[in-house]
């Protein structure tokens, strides 16, 4: 069994719509080995391995489901035993992921297997692992060599992949506030590999680092970290503080306990989570050689006076109490029986217990800090201690060190909740964790005493969500509250637009009607990541990156999405949901790639977007596969765009109130008009929108009403719909490579990124309605990756249209010959009646339009199909033709091609060798030479 592929899909895919990973498996030999044939002897160590196996549901859908699978009849296929382990190892490793599936395709024991992640590199290594378990369970002849590591210890690579894992999972105070804002719908994004995460998109974000929040003053964090400083603070405020002195050198340390008496604590001046604190110490010694722990952790020394208490932390959230947790020191109760070592291998049985913050308690080690205090005692591990005495391995009740915590919220006096709220808010933390030591926190500390140790900038969550004794709380849920007050927004509004074509012109039409109504838009496209009307990215950022970077922006206050077929086969969508989505058509274009081979399929794939949208889904009622979509939709609002007034379903929908964008035609032309429960609302006159070329350019039309369908389900004015179409045109700087037309040179020039048959097709109906005084000439091309039959149905759809031909070549060739696509096209223009000489094959793309520029004369119009955007479009408007032509490109034709080309020429002797000249005009070699 090999893995061949994987894919990591962040969002929106074909298989969910949430995070996947999609492994691409060989099963090899194993093809013919289900798991019942494989027998017990496969089955069982596999379920020793990963016992929580035995809770996966399958497709039965309760525990217990997968095992059978494993074990009756035939048993079931590796691919899926791959999918449910790989799980297995994620929910070892403290993740929650459920969902899987694995499917044939293609050749013979090829698989898909696909599920659930929660952690990109976890998933991923969840795999590669799960892969190696079951190789090691298999008989060695099943197995492919070295798929197994010499000495592999799956226990082992077990306890590491939980640490691998740990490493890079959110601590559990950062999940909590996760799984808060995802309670509230509140959208998140992780922006590091720690915990630096955005709540909310765009204008409305907040972040927060650990529980340290974008409101949270740089001052104060300071001050609570230099806890001299706080001491003093609070103690001026008259508030409970025990004595501290700062130290740098062990004499000083010894004097100072000396002089604030013993006994005392000694801690690092700037440490947390308890490192290097050693209590209780009487003689100047101990204190030499706490202050060396110490030192290790910081360079000062704090030494302070000991207060007799339990530890308590009190969480205060926004000037409130939230949250009061009674914490212990990590420790075990002797039963006169075992030794210490014994007792900590027994706590740590418990299966709440486990490594890092993977469980809701932490496992108990030996460190010197453990040993210390034995030592103090007179204690080994090896030592039995009496039954039911309690012997402390942790000076501090840190759940991170092995502590417990039990909830005390409701049983505080209200003397002490008012104490940590004024501490709190005298450091000015708006999340703030208070460690108070009192005998017993239900009386006044004015009454028995007790003193506050510290004031924590970002403290932990842990103990209060998941005491291990008494009521957990909602502390993410507070934090949210505050950045988040219930009523205000976190969302910014997000349009996602797909189809085969005019996905680029729509979404910049509707950018541009944002943008006039005075918002701050941030797009994707093709050509970029735009941030209000300015490139910010190049390139071609229609996939999840891109959208990452925009509703990470936080000037930006609506999303524009271009979403790309390639993008969604790649990683799926950049976002859970989308408030409008919208599919304007599904036509051939890239099939036969990336496994879509069918337009059915290309279909499923831009569905997508509908599929998540949650407010508007909007449908090309004019394209059958694209009607097909609604039934797929949640979202609340269906909108039908048609150009057929008559169109039947969508007349019915708009009776029964529904929303629609028709084209009706009146006596100045085409109304783009609005349907809306039961409104009926004249928008625009085509003519009026200069995109469409007053109204000739129908594809651009069809564009219009989708880009108004949109703003229209945004909540945009009207007035603000007319004016943003009414101004947007198809100039290079607002379209570029989208019928930009120049007419500075006596003849005009339409330049077009066409790339498909549908494509070609509506630009060729725009030429055919354009008045044209001269001849009409054409410059095509088609990508290399497309197939052949799709190469020739653009010659197919071109032919008849022009006066005259250049066959081109993009500029990466795509695994194709330099002179195949010109040819393929060439060959289909023939085929369609095309005379040979109104056929030029000039592959290179500059060359080719130099030809066609120099070809021109008064009157005519050139319509260049360019890959090279940019370039093409300053080579037209710097075209002199005056100017030296380009250097011949010689290209060698064989003497069965010159005689199929010939032949259509009318002429008869094959034999003479020929080349192109600059304007590709086929010429003998020795005039060439000449």
């Given at each position: 069994?090999?893995?061949?592929?994987?894919?990591?899909?962040?969002?929106?895919?074909?298989?969910?719509?949430?995070?996947?990973?999609?492994?691409?498996?060989?099963?090899?030999?194993?093809?013919?080995?289900?798991?019942?044939?494989?027998?017990?002897?496969?089955?069982?160590?596999?379920?020793?391995?990963?016992?929580?196996?035995?809770?996966?549901?399958?497709?039965?859908?309760?525990?217990?489901?997968?095992?059978?699978?494993?074990?009756?009849?035939?048993?079931?296929?590796?691919?899926?035993?791959?999918?449910?382990?790989?799980?297995?190892?994620?929910?070892?490793?403290?993740?929650?992921?459920?969902?899987?599936?694995?499917?044939?395709?293609?050749?013979?024991?090829?698989?898909?297997?696909?599920?659930?992640?929660?952690?990109?590199?976890?998933?991923?290594?969840?795999?590669?692992?799960?892969?190696?378990?079951?190789?090691?369970?298999?008989?060695?002849?099943?197995?492919?060599?070295?798929?197994?590591?010499?000495?592999?210890?799956?226990?082992?690579?077990?306890?590491?992949?939980?640490?691998?894992?740990?490493?890079?999972?959110?601590?559990?105070?950062?999940?909590?506030?996760?799984?808060?804002?995802?309670?509230?719908?509140?959208?998140?994004?992780?922006?590091?590999?720690?915990?630096?995460?955005?709540?909310?998109?765009?204008?409305?974000?907040?972040?927060?680092?650990?529980?340290?929040?974008?409101?949270?003053?740089?001052?104060?964090?300071?001050?609570?970290?230099?806890?001299?400083?706080?001491?003093?603070?609070?103690?001026?405020?008259?508030?409970?503080?025990?004595?501290?002195?700062?130290?740098?050198?062990?004499?000083?340390?010894?004097?100072?306990?000396?002089?604030?008496?013993?006994?005392?604590?000694?801690?690092?001046?700037?440490?947390?989570?308890?490192?290097?604190?050693?209590?209780?110490?009487?003689?100047?010694?101990?204190?030499?050689?706490?202050?060396?722990?110490?030192?290790?952790?910081?360079?000062?020394?704090?030494?302070?006076?000991?207060?007799?208490?339990?530890?308590?932390?009190?969480?205060?959230?926004?000037?409130?109490?939230?949250?009061?947790?009674?914490?212990?020191?990590?420790?075990?109760?002797?039963?006169?029986?075992?030794?210490?070592?014994?007792?900590?291998?027994?706590?740590?049985?418990?299966?709440?217990?486990?490594?890092?913050?993977?469980?809701?308690?932490?496992?108990?080690?030996?460190?010197?800090?453990?040993?210390?205090?034995?030592?103090?005692?007179?204690?080994?591990?090896?030592?039995?201690?009496?039954?039911?005495?309690?012997?402390?391995?942790?000076?501090?009740?840190?759940?991170?060190?092995?502590?417990?915590?039990?909830?005390?919220?409701?049983?505080?006096?209200?003397?002490?909740?008012?104490?940590?709220?004024?501490?709190?808010?005298?450091?000015?933390?708006?999340?703030?964790?208070?460690?108070?030591?009192?005998?017993?926190?239900?009386?006044?500390?004015?009454?028995?005493?007790?003193?506050?140790?510290?004031?924590?900038?970002?403290?932990?969550?842990?103990?209060?969500?998941?005491?291990?004794?008494?009521?957990?709380?909602?502390?993410?849920?507070?934090?949210?509250?505050?950045?988040?007050?219930?009523?205000?927004?976190?969302?910014?509004?997000?349009?996602?637009?797909?189809?085969?074509?005019?996905?680029?012109?729509?979404?910049?039409?509707?950018?541009?009607?944002?943008?006039?109504?005075?918002?701050?838009?941030?797009?994707?496209?093709?050509?970029?990541?735009?941030?209000?009307?300015?490139?910010?990215?190049?390139?071609?950022?229609?996939?999840?990156?891109?959208?990452?970077?925009?509703?990470?922006?936080?000037?930006?206050?609506?999303?524009?999405?271009?979403?790309?077929?390639?993008?969604?086969?790649?990683?799926?969508?950049?976002?859970?949901?989308?408030?409008?989505?919208?599919?304007?058509?599904?036509?051939?274009?890239?099939?036969g790639l990336r496994g879509i081979g069918t337009l059915g399929q290309l279909a499923e794939v831009k569905r997508i977007v509908v599929e998540v949208?949650?407010?508007?889904?909007?449908?090309?009622?004019?394209?059958?596969?694209?009607?097909?979509?609604?039934?797929?939709?949640?979202?609340?609002?269906?909108?039908?765009?048609?150009?057929?007034?008559?169109?039947?379903?969508?007349?019915?929908?708009?009776?029964?109130?529904?929303?629609?964008?028709?084209?009706?035609?009146?006596?100045?032309?085409?109304?783009?008009?609005?349907?809306?429960?039961?409104?009926?609302?004249?928008?625009?006159?085509?003519?009026?929108?200069?995109?469409?070329?007053?109204?000739?350019?129908?594809?651009?039309?069809?564009?219009?009403?989708?880009?108004?369908?949109?703003?229209?389900?945004?909540?945009?004015?009207?007035?603000?719909?007319?004016?943003?179409?009414?101004?947007?045109?198809?100039?290079?700087?607002?379209?570029?490579?989208?019928?930009?037309?120049?007419?500075?040179?006596?003849?005009?020039?339409?330049?077009?990124?066409?790339?498909?048959?549908?494509?070609?097709?509506?630009?060729?109906?725009?030429?055919?309605?354009?008045?044209?005084?001269?001849?009409?000439?054409?410059?095509?091309?088609?990508?290399?990756?497309?197939?052949?039959?799709?190469?020739?149905?653009?010659?197919?759809?071109?032919?008849?249209?022009?006066?005259?031909?250049?066959?081109?070549?993009?500029?990466?060739?795509?695994?194709?010959?330099?002179?195949?696509?010109?040819?393929?096209?060439?060959?289909?223009?023939?085929?369609?009646?095309?005379?040979?000489?109104?056929?030029?094959?000039?592959?290179?793309?500059?060359?080719?339009?130099?030809?066609?520029?120099?070809?021109?004369?008064?009157?005519?119009?050139?319509?260049?199909?360019?890959?090279?955007?940019?370039?093409?479009?300053?080579?037209?408007?710097?075209?002199?033709?005056?100017?030296?032509?380009?250097?011949?490109?010689?290209?060698?034709?064989?003497?069965?091609?010159?005689?199929?080309?010939?032949?259509?020429?009318?002429?008869?002797?094959?034999?003479?060798?020929?080349?192109?000249?600059?304007?590709?005009?086929?010429?003998?070699?020795?005039?060439?030479?000449?």
């Open positions: 069994m090999r893995i061949l592929d994987n894919a990591v899909f962040v969002g929106p895919s074909l298989y969910a719509h949430f995070p996947v990973i999609r492994l691409d498996i060989d099963l090899g030999p194993l093809e013919d080995w289900p798991s019942g044939k494989l027998g017990p002897g496969f089955t069982e160590p596999l379920i020793a391995a990963l016992p929580g196996l035995k809770d996966h549901g399958c497709s039965y859908g309760k525990p217990g489901g997968f095992v059978r699978r494993l074990t009756e009849g035939e048993g079931t296929w590796m691919g899926h035993i791959l999918e449910h382990v790989a799980l297995e190892l994620q929910n070892v490793a403290g993740e929650t992921v459920t969902f899987g599936k694995t499917r044939s395709r293609g050749p013979k024991g090829h698989y898909y297997v696909v599920y659930q992640y929660e952690q990109e590199d976890v998933g991923v290594e969840a795999g590669r692992l799960a892969l190696t378990l079951l190789h090691s369970i298999l008989a060695p002849e099943l197995r492919p060599d070295s798929s197994v590591p010499p000495g592999f210890d799956f226990a082992a690579e077990r306890d590491e992949f939980i640490r691998f894992a740990q490493r890079r999972a959110l601590g559990p105070s950062t999940m909590a506030l996760v799984r808060a804002a995802d309670e509230r719908r509140i959208p998140w994004i992780r922006l590091n590999e720690q915990s630096l995460i955005q709540f909310g998109h765009g204008r409305y974000q907040q972040r927060i680092q650990a529980t340290v929040t974008s409101r949270t003053p740089h001052i104060a964090v300071e001050l609570a970290s230099d806890k001299e400083e706080t001491n003093r603070i609070l103690g001026n405020l008259g508030l409970p503080v025990p004595q501290q002195r700062l130290v740098q050198t062990a004499d000083d340390a010894a004097a100072a306990a000396e002089k604030i008496g013993y006994p005392v604590v000694v801690k690092p001046y700037n440490a947390n989570h308890g490192r290097g604190i050693t209590v209780h110490l009487t003689t100047a010694d101990q204190v030499r050689n706490a202050f060396a722990v110490a030192r290790e952790h910081s360079r000062s020394v704090i030494i302070e006076s000991f207060i007799v208490g339990e530890d308590h932390r009190m969480l205060v959230i926004n000037g409130e109490l939230i949250a009061v947790a009674k914490r212990v020191p990590g420790h075990v109760v002797g039963d006169g029986v075992h030794t210490i070592e014994e007792l900590v291998e027994q706590v740590n049985q418990d299966p709440r217990r486990g490594v890092g913050h993977e469980k809701v308690l932490t496992r108990l080690e030996f460190d010197h800090q453990a040993d210390t205090l034995l030592a103090r005692r007179g204690y080994t591990r090896q030592t039995i201690p009496p039954s039911g005495e309690q012997v402390y391995l942790r000076a501090t009740g840190n759940l991170s060190t092995g502590g417990t915590a039990t909830d005390m919220t409701d049983l505080v006096h209200p003397d002490n909740i008012e104490m940590a709220v004024r501490a709190v808010k005298a450091i000015g933390l708006d999340v703030g964790g208070v460690d108070f030591l009192s005998t017993d926190i239900t009386e006044s500390y004015k009454e028995i005493g007790g003193a506050i140790c510290e004031v924590n900038a970002a403290p932990g969550f842990r103990m209060h969500m998941a005491p291990s004794e008494g009521r957990p709380r909602d502390v993410g849920g507070a934090v949210m509250d505050m950045l988040f007050p219930p009523g205000t927004p976190s969302r910014i509004p997000i349009a996602a637009v797909t189809g085969t074509n005019g996905k680029t012109t729509t979404a910049r039409m509707l950018a541009h009607i944002h943008k006039l109504a005075g918002h701050h838009v941030g797009l994707t496209s093709t050509d970029g990541v735009y941030i209000d009307g300015q490139r910010t990215v190049a390139g071609d950022m229609t996939g999840p990156l891109a959208t990452r970077m925009v509703l990470s922006d936080p000037a930006v206050d609506v999303a524009v999405l271009e979403i790309a077929r390639g993008g969604l086969l790649r990683a799926g969508m950049g976002v859970r949901h989308c408030d409008v989505g919208a599919v304007l058509n599904v036509k051939a274009d890239h099939l949208a949650r407010d508007t889904a909007i449908l090309n009622a004019d394209d059958p596969l694209c009607l097909k979509m609604a039934d797929y939709t949640q979202a609340k609002q269906l909108c039908y765009v048609t150009m057929d007034p008559s169109h039947e379903l969508v007349r019915e929908h708009i009776q029964e109130g529904g929303r629609g964008v028709v084209l009706e035609s009146g006596i100045k032309g085409h109304m783009i008009t609005l349907y809306d429960h039961g409104a009926h609302i004249p928008l625009l006159w085509t003519h009026l929108i200069p995109a469409t070329l007053e109204g000739r350019a129908m594809h651009n039309v069809q564009n219009a009403m989708f880009a108004a369908a949109m703003a229209f389900s945004l909540g945009l004015k009207l007035e603000d719909i007319r004016h943003g179409l009414r101004t947007f045109d198809t100039t290079f700087f607002q379209a570029p490579g989208r019928m930009n037309i120049y007419d500075e040179h006596p003849f005009k020039v339409i330049l077009d990124y066409g790339h498909n048959p549908a494509a070609v097709e509506a630009m060729c109906q725009l030429v055919k309605r354009l008045d044209v005084q001269g001849r009409r000439l054409c410059v095509l091309a088609a990508p290399g990756d497309r197939r052949d039959e799709d190469v020739a149905e653009i010659g197919r759809i071109a032919a008849g249209h022009f006066d005259h031909y250049i066959c081109r070549r993009d500029d990466q060739l795509r695994g194709r010959k330099p002179d195949e696509v010109p040819k393929l096209l060439r060959d289909a223009l023939l085929a369609n009646g095309i005379a040979a000489d109104r056929i030029q094959m000039i592959p290179d793309e500059q060359m080719a339009v130099d030809a066609a520029l120099r070809e021109a004369t008064a009157g005519d119009l050139v319509l260049i199909f360019a890959d090279a955007i940019t370039r093409t479009w300053k080579q037209v408007i710097q075209f002199r033709p005056e100017a030296a032509p380009r250097p011949v490109e010689r290209v060698r034709i064989s003497q069965p091609e010159l005689a199929v080309a010939l032949s259509h020429d009318g002429l008869e002797d094959p034999r003479r060798e020929f080349v192109r000249d600059s304007r590709g005009v086929r010429i003998a070699r020795e005039e060439a030479e000449d």
